[in-house]
C-alpha cells in the first residue's frame, strides 16, 4: 500500500518543474496579450489620427475654395487682397456661417504655438473688402485646425506678369489676381502620425465676391 501511493503521487522535484513550466506558460501568454494590446492601441491611435487629417483637409479645401479676388489700390494699382508666404495665406473669401455669421470675411490660416504643441490656425474677421492687411480684432474668430505639427510649407502656382504659365511660388504678394493653385505640405512632430500628403487646391477662376 505505500509503495502504491508513492508511485501515484508527485514528487517535490516534479512539482517545482510543473509549476515552473506552468509560470512560463502563463508569462508568454501574458506577454502575447499585451503585445495583441498595444497594436490595438496603435491601429485605432492612427485611425484617429488618420480621421483628424481627413476632417481638417476637408475644412482646408473648404476655406480655400472660397478665396475672392477682392482687389485694393496700391500706389494707383490694383492688387488683390491676398498675403501667400511660406508659414501663412491670408485672402477674402465668402464664409460659412461658423463660427458666428456668414459674409465676406478677411481669412488667415497661420502656424501657431498652442498648449498641445504647434497647430495651423484659422483666423478669420467679417469685412466689406477694404481692409487689405491681416491683423485681426478682438473680436475675430479663432478655430485650430490641426495640430503636432513639425514643418509647414504653403506654394503658390500662378500665371507670370506676360500671362504665361509660371511655376510654384514660395510667396504670392502684390498680384493683381490669386493664385491658380495653393499648395501645403506638412510634416508632424510624432512619427508615428500618418504623412500628409501634398495638398493642392484649385481657386476660383471668377473675378469678383458672390
Known sequence: MTRARRQSGMTLVELVVA????????????????????????I????????????????????????????????QREQAIFAGEAEAVGFVGVMPPWPSGGGLYRVLLSVRDTEAGR???????????????????????????ITGISALRWSYYGLDPSGRQGAWRASWRGERDLPRLVRLEIVFADPAAPAWPPMVVALPLDQGPR
Not at 20 to 28: E, F, H, P, R
Not at 62 to 74: C, G
Not at 119 to 140: C, D, W, Y
Open 19 to 42: 509549476l515552473g513550466l506552468l509560470a512560463l506558460l502563463v508569462g508568454s501568454l501574458a506577454a502575447a496579450l499585451g503585445v495583441s494590446a498595444r497594436g490595438s492601441v496603435a
Open 119 to 145: 497647430a495651423l490656425v484659422l483666423t478669420r474677421q467679417v469685412t466689406v473688402g477694404e481692409v487689405a492687411s491681416f491683423e485681426f480684432g478682438p473680436n475675430a474668430d479663432q478655430a485650430v485646425i
Open 44 to 75: 485605432e491611435t492612427r485611425v484617429e489620427h488618420g480621421e483628424a487629417l481627413r476632417v481638417a483637409q476637408q475644412t482646408l479645401r473648404r476655406y480655400l475654395t472660397q478665396a475672392r479676388p477682392v482687389r485694393t489700390l496700391v500706389n
